[in-house]
């Protein structure tokens, strides 16, 4: 029994062979529940889960307040606050009570006023204020302090104006935010989790679909059958593609109607793309199968060089510009992450085509290389 598909040349291409693959690939496809739920209903709680329970918006953050000498001007600094939605203000009698506090963590930032407030608050001289911030989620301070800042600047400006008194700074900030005007990063989560979402689908899957032919002894049976080697690729991954992009549509519609996120560009754009994308992940997840003959192995390899570089390295939550050079060149290998830039510029900016073109041709040439991977395993051995 050989160990290749045979292709004699009067063996052409069939497509009711092709129809016969694709029928029984579809049955398998029904008959294990696995496939399903992978396809429609993970992406339904995962875009849940994150578009719900995960936030890297600093709202409702406890912020202690110490005032030395309570004035109206004290209570107009602090009411900026109480009327904010990403603080909840909390007042201490002494420094040393709200520092305790904050090492208990049941306040993340101290806001002291001292005794000189109201006579320094307009002056050029030394701030009235003093701020401290806990460090250890080093992100969250950041955002913390900026939105602290900004409050701060706010209130000298109105403060400023009802007093008929210019203000005395010397760099004035007129901030305009593009494309998320509202900085919801659930506008910014849920366009990159679908991009997960797919290579979940179509990596996971198709790692697994060779290496069940073997596990279950019907590879063989395979083999000696006149079914070219074009024929058995496309039969398996047909079902799959439309299975990907069946989950994808739902993710899309989820994540305009159930989470508001805007969609500013072309849905044929995005449906291109998202086709480019999901051609790469079979062919990953494919080419994982034909070297693998256990599908818990091809699972675990599509987790490990699909799922998690995806989920790290694609720019979904981490910006990319701020990891070390080497993993910034490593990401580079991800398809992930070409996907990824353009579904959230597709969301939120509109058809950019230099970002789209560019991350599409990275794409087409990813795809390509797995897929000759394939026919150049395949011909060889297919083990």
């Given at each position: ?9 009067h ?7 092709l129809k016969g ?5 579809s049955?398998?496809?029904?008959r ?6 992978i ?7 995962l875009?849940?889960?994150f578009?719900y329970?995960?936030?890297l918006?600093?709202?409702?953050v406890?912020i ?13 600094f ?5 009327h904010?939605?990403y ?12 520092k305790q ?9 101290i806001?002291?006023l001292?005794n000189?407030f109201?006579?320094?608050?307009l002056?050029?001289?030394?701030s ?9 989620d ?25 007093q ?5 700074v ?6 305009r935010?593009?494309?998320?005007s509202?900085l919801k990063?659930?506008n910014?989560?849920?366009p ?15 790692a697994?679909?060779v ?7 019907t ?14 690729l496309?039969?398996k991954l047909i ?5 990907g992009?069946?989950?994808?549509l ?5 994540a305009?109607?159930?989470?508001d996120?805007?969609?500013r560009?072309s849905?044929?754009?995005l449906?291109?793309?998202s ?8 062919g ?14 091809a ?8 799922f998690l ?9 981490f910006d990319?510009?701020s990891m070390?050079p ?6 580079y290998?991800?398809p ?11 969301f939120?900016?509109?058809n950019?085509?230099?970002i ?13 290389v ?6 150049k ?7």
């Open positions: 029994m050989t160990d290749h598909f045979s292709t004699p040349a063996n052409n291409f069939s497509p009711q062979r693959i694709v029928r029984k690939e049955l398998q496809i029904l294990d529940p696995s496939s399903i739920a396809a429609f209903v993970l992406p339904v709680v875009l849940l889960l578009g329970g995960v936030s918006d600093a709202k409702h406890p202690g307040f110490v005032v030395e000498t309570p004035d109206t001007n004290t209570q107009s602090i009411s900026m606050f109480k904010s939605d603080f909840e203000p909390q007042q201490f009698l002494t420094t040393h009570k709200a506090a904050l090492k208990e963590r049941k306040i993340f930032g806001v002291r001292r000189d109201s006579d320094q608050m002056s050029s001289g030394d009235p204020i003093e701020l401290l911030v806990n460090g250890v080093a992100n969250q301070a950041r955002i913390t302090e900026g939105y602290i800042l900004s409050i701060w600047q706010l209130w000298l400006s109105r403060t400023a104006q009802v008929g008194k210019p203000l005395q010397p760099i004035t900030i007129d901030q935010v593009w494309f998320n509202a990063s659930r910014y989560l849920v990159g989790l679908i991009a997960v979402i797919m290579t979940l689908i179509g990596a996971m899957l198709t697994m679909v290496a069940r032919e073997w596990e279950r002894g590879m063989e049976a395979i083999l000696v059958t006149p079914v070219r080697l074009s024929e058995f496309l039969g079902p799959y593609f439309i299975l992009m069946g989950g994808m739902l993710s899309v519609a989820m305009y109607w159930q989470f996120v805007p969609f560009g849905f044929v754009v449906f291109f793309s086709t480019l994308f999901m051609l790469t992940c079979l990953l997840g494919l080419f994982i199968s034909t070297i693998t003959r256990s599908q818990f192995v699972g675990e390899v599509s987790i490990l060089v699909s570089p995806a989920f790290i390295l694609s720019g979904f939550i990319i510009n070390p080497v993993i910034q060149w490593l990401t290998l991800v992930a992450k070409y996907f990824v830039a353009i579904i959230q510029s597709t939120l900016a509109g950019v085509w230099p789209i073109l560019t991350n599409c041709a990275y794409l087409i040439l990813m795809s390509l797995f897929f000759a991977l394939i026919m395993k395949s011909h060889k051995s297919l083990e």
